[in-house]
């Protein structure tokens, strides 16, 4: 039995949800889904250029799931460049810093103050919005 896959803290939830190739398609195959933990090692290895170390630490995960993690981030990745495909960024097994929420009319991320309620978006003023939990 294989054992369960350890939880990732993510710092800051991603500010998209994918991206789509733009000029040539290769073909309407299925989007490539990226966790949200592996753009967490991403955004934390590549642009924010910490060691695997460090941000292994970062996520609370250890060093060798991290680089498992990253891996297969940096494959899906090149997949999606060189192929042409869309790239789709949720799900995961992941617990966000703070209180994270995500409007579901405009699709916006925020957060809040710690002891405050957040009752709209701060952007499109709308009430329908969801805590975000890993």
């Given at each position: 039995m294989a054992r369960p896959r350890q939880i990732s803290r993510v710092q800051i939830p991603p500010?998209?949800?994918?991206?789509?190739?733009?000029?040539?398609?290769?073909d309407q195959s299925e989007p490539v889904q990226l966790n949200i933990e592996e753009y967490e090692?991403?955004?934390l290895l590549d642009y924010e250029g910490l060691s695997q170390e460090g941000a292994a630490k970062i996520m609370q995960i250890s060093?060798?799931?991290?680089?498992r993690i990253y891996e297969r981030a940096r494959k899906?990745?090149?997949t999606v460049l060189t192929e042409?495909?869309?790239l789709i960024i949720e799900g995961g097994n992941v617990l966000f810093n703070g209180n994270w929420y995500e409007c579901e009319k405009c699709n916006?991320?925020?957060?809040?103050?710690?002891e405050s309620t957040v009752k709209?978006?701060?952007l499109c003023g709308?009430?329908?919005?969801?805590?975000?939990?890993?």
């Open positions: 500010r998209v949800k994918g991206f789509i190739p733009v000029g040539y398609y290769k090692a991403i955004r060093r060798p799931t991290l680089t899906k990745v090149a042409a495909q869309q916006s991320t925020f957060n809040s103050p710690a709209t978006c701060p709308s009430g329908n919005i969801q805590h975000k939990e890993g």
